[in-house]
């Protein structure tokens, strides 16, 4: 049986084949194109007008987007930095004056202490005085109620700061009450070189 060859050459079918997959590739590549996927030339905005494509508008750079929110990213790290430092260098000032003022509690608290420990000797002291004073104008009061010959023998018997306190008590107690002090009887009823020495630690002040 005869073999059939088409009435076309083979020359004309590749031609055609050519043209079909070039036009298939355009095609492709402008659709490809127009869904973003690719970017065609701008060789095809001719065609694109003629089949009434029109290009899709571009996206907006993903890196430009990206860079923006970096700097806002880097503006605010930036600010809480320098909020953070800010509180850090107020924390640091808390802290000195919190130190400073429990140096000046402890100043205070030693101060308070060594007032109390004052106040405490003081009263006492002045309690010893009280007392010691309470004592010797009973022990005055005594003597001057006894014979002057009585009241040395015993006065003789004291010691110097003892006989002289009572000797100073006994001239205010006269003064006090208007009367005449019996302290000059009882020097002159004394031995001479007791009384004479007696005389001059009275006129002594306490510094001396």
């Known amino acids: 049986m005869p073999t059939r060859y088409s009435k076309m050459g083979a020359i004309p079918q590749i031609i055609l084949l050519l043209l ?11 659709w490809f ?10 060789l095809f905005s001719p065609v694109l007008r003629l089949v009434g494509m029109e290009r899709r508008e571009e996206i907006e ?12 990213l880097e503006a605010l790290q930036e600010a809480l930095e320098l909020e953070f430092e800010a509180l850090e260098g107020r924390r640091s000032e808390l802290e000195t004056e919190r130190l400073e003022l429990e140096r000046q509690e402890q100043e205070l608290a030693v101060r308070t ?10 009263n ?11 004592v010797l104008v009973q022990n005055s009061r005594y003597l001057t109620s006894m014979r002057p010959a009585a009241a040395v023998e015993i006065l003789e018997g004291y010691d110097d700061q003892l006989l002289i306190d009572t000797l100073r008590v006994t001239e205010e107690l006269a ?16 031995p001479a070189a007791r009384a ?13």
Not at 20 to 30: Q, S
Not at 33 to 42: H, K, P, V
Not at 124 to 134: D, G, T
Request: without cysteine.
């Open 175 to 190: 003064r006090e009450e208007g009367e005449m002090s019996l302290v000059s009887v009882w020097l002159s009823n004394m």
């Open 113 to 122: 202490e060594e007032l109390q420990e004052r106040e405490v000797s003081l």
């Open 124 to 134: 006492e002291r002045l309690r010893q005085y009280e007392n010691r004073r309470a």
């Open 61 to 72: 750079d993903v890196d430009d987007v990206m860079l923006m929110d970096r700097l806002r």
């Open 20 to 30: 079909l997959i070039t036009v298939l590739t355009v095609v492709g590549l402008l």
């Open 33 to 42: 194109d127009y869904l973003g996927l690719l970017r065609a030339q701008d």
């Open 196 to 208: 004479a020495d007696i005389q001059r630690k009275m006129t002594l002040r306490p510094d001396d």
